[in-house]
């Protein structure tokens, strides 16, 4: 389940940027309802003659958001613990889903495989079809709580071949895009962990942005951050944040887990989430935990521990913009002599 993709200090933060946490705090003042407003798109340069890739420009940030699009929202990440009984994973992920949306939540997101034990044996077990059971579920609380939910992931069922997928749900439970995870966790540091999602699972083949009123979000799970071309490509679409629900273990987690969400926030001033499971010492794969997001300086804005908890914060999508001005690399990159580019769109 850990994590790169095809394209793409800590210091405290100011607080009239963040209000981060992971203890809940009153709601947010009055917002601007939760139709599915589509945020406006920046129009951004083709490529050379020949790649389909996008070069991205620096924009004031009233035109990066948009006009209808809100300068700040709040994001959730749900670090649940995980057990060996499916139902009790679902309850518990909507309960505190529900928990988060009352905090002021607009975009929540679950865990990687937030409704089954992680591991190539649990698969085929724990698997769905999309929709079912799970999904049901989420698409249910999505509207009540008037969100849009980033599920994680579930093995997904599919004529025969098993997915490691996210499902995405607007504000009135519509599924919005699927997410199959494009690259198969298989690797092998001796002496420490050999996993192959390959043995049960099947990669998928498309990437995977969804609008808000907010920004464009791109996903990922977990093995995908790893490959900075997926992010390239998602910040050339006009993602303003990336979302990784994963769940690295002990080996990659301490050496790569916040070093990738700042790598890959900074190389495309993008900010960065990741949501991971809780930690259980007892389970047979244990996950690092530490969900966390990372602004578009590359700074971390809040990380939560390895315990069951919701982790706030307030996405500051002027910031980023500012960022992007201060620090104009997306109008700098040499078209004339490199380019990432799309295969498949």
Not at 12 to 30: D, M, N, Q
Not at 106 to 119: A, I
Not at 131 to 151: C, D, F, N, R, W
Request: aromatic share 8%; hydrophobic share 35%; net charge positive.
């Amino acid at each position: 389940m850990d994590g790169d993709h095809s394209q793409l200090k800590i210091q405290p933060i100011e607080k009239h940027h963040f209000h981060s946490f992971s203890t809940p705090t009153p709601p947010l003042g009055p917002t601007h309802g939760h139709a599915p407003l589509r945020a406006a798109r920046p129009r951004l340069p083709r490529s050379p003659k020949g790649l389909t890739g996008l070069v991205p420009v620096a924009l004031p940030w009233r035109l990066v958001l948009g006009r209808r699009a809100m300068a700040t929202f709040r994001l959730a990440l749900i670090q649940l613990h995980v057990s060996s009984i499916k139902s009790d994973n679902i309850t518990r992920a909507c309960s505190l889903i529900r928990e988060a949306a009352k905090q002021g939540a607009k975009v929540v997101s679950l865990p990687e495989c937030f409704n089954s034990p992680y591991g190539t044996n649990y698969f085929p077990e724990y698997a769905e079809k999309i929709p079912g059971e799970s999904t049901q579920k989420l698409a249910e609380v999505a509207k009540e709580s008037s969100i849009y939910l980033i599920g994680g992931s579930i093995p997904e069922e599919d004529a025969g071949k098993l997915y490691n997928t996210c499902a995405v749900f607007g504000p009135d439970g519509s599924l919005l895009v699927k997410h199959r995870k494009i690259h198969l966790f298989d690797i092998d540091v001796p002496g420490k962990i050999t996993f192959q999602e390959s043995k049960t699972l099947s990669p998928g083949d498309s990437l995977s942005t969804f609008d808000t009123p907010y920004c464009r979000v791109g996903l990922g799970i977990c093995y995908d951050m790893r490959f900075a071309e997926l992010a390239q490509i998602y910040a050339q679409r006009g993602c303003q944040l990336l979302v990784y629900p994963g769940a690295f273990n002990l080996t990659t987690g301490p050496a790569h887990w916040e070093l990738l969400q700042r790598a890959r926030a900074v190389d495309n001033q993008v900010y960065v989430a990741t949501a991971s499971p809780a930690r259980d010492d007892k389970a047979s794969y244990v996950v690092w935990g530490h969900s966390t997001v990372v602004d578009p300086w590359g700074q971390v804005v809040t990380k939560a521990g390895t315990e069951e908890t919701i982790l706030y914060s307030d996405i500051d999508l002027k910031k980023l913009a500012e960022v992007r001005q201060q620090i104009p690399i997306l109008k700098q990159k040499r078209a004339d002599l490199y380019a990432v580019e799309t295969k498949k769109l």
